[in-house]
């Protein structure tokens, strides 16, 4: 079944290619901000889109509870049309709390687009809520399927300066922090081809 497409302010259309690559532990060095800090932007449950998705598959970026939705190939398709804005379909598991974190060696080049300042940003999902009252109180405006069922989702993207990213920003990553989790995660966002970040 397609995927419902959305007409974001982020966002442009894009196909679907496997998203492939090793979630790994990230250095303690690239994420030096405490968490909570004031230069960190929160979208939390009000701030969410309401749409109907297929659960996550391989088509998607995913990093722990968040899954962006068929990024490899939005990728593609912006670094063949430059100028395009790059969509990023943010969905996070109910109750789920995450930081995105450009690395440092990145961020000249990389940026996140859900309201986030340099390079980063927090998402805080929907909780799961059993009395009607709960769940307008937590959605705030209906539909309040995200506090009933399912998980939160949140329209956005990411921007690349081809023009000064190695490889065409193909190696390009993002470290994501789990509120109450160990060590934070961090994977390739655009299933790169292989070889093609091995260092030398």
Do not use: N
Not at 41 to 59: F, H, M, N, S, Y
Not at 69 to 92: F, S
Not at 151 to 165: E, I, K, N
Request: net charge positive; hydrophobic share 40%.
């Amino acid at each position: 079944m397609a995927r419902t497409r959305l007409i974001l302010l982020f966002l442009i259309a894009a196909g679907a290619v496997a998203a492939v690559g090793i979630v790994r532990s990230a250095p303690e060095g690239d994420t030096s901000q405490a968490e909570g800090s004031p230069a960190d932007l929160v979208e939390g449950c009000k701030d969410r889109i309401e749409a109907t998705l297929d659960p996550p598959d391989q088509k998607d970026t995913v990093i722990g509870p968040v899954a962006f939705t068929e990024l490899p190939d939005a990728y593609r398709y912006v670094r063949r049309h430059r100028g395009e804005p790059l969509k990023a379909v943010a969905i996070l598991r109910a109750g789920a709390d995450v930081r995105l974190v450009v690395p440092r060696s990145q961020r000249a080049w990389l940026k996140v687009g859900y309201g986030a300042r340099r390079g980063r940003t927090r998402l805080q999902a929907c909780r799961h809520r059993a009395s009607r009252q709960a769940r307008e109180k937590e959605c705030g405006w209906a539909p309040f399927r995200a506090c009933t069922r399912g998980p939160t989702l949140f329209s956005g993207g990411f921007a690349v300066a081809f023009d000064r990213a190695p490889h065409d920003g193909e190696c390009a990553e993002l470290i994501v922090r789990v509120r109450g989790s160990g060590r934070p995660l961090r994977k390739y966002l655009f299933d790169p081809r292989p070889r093609v970040c091995d260092k030398p």
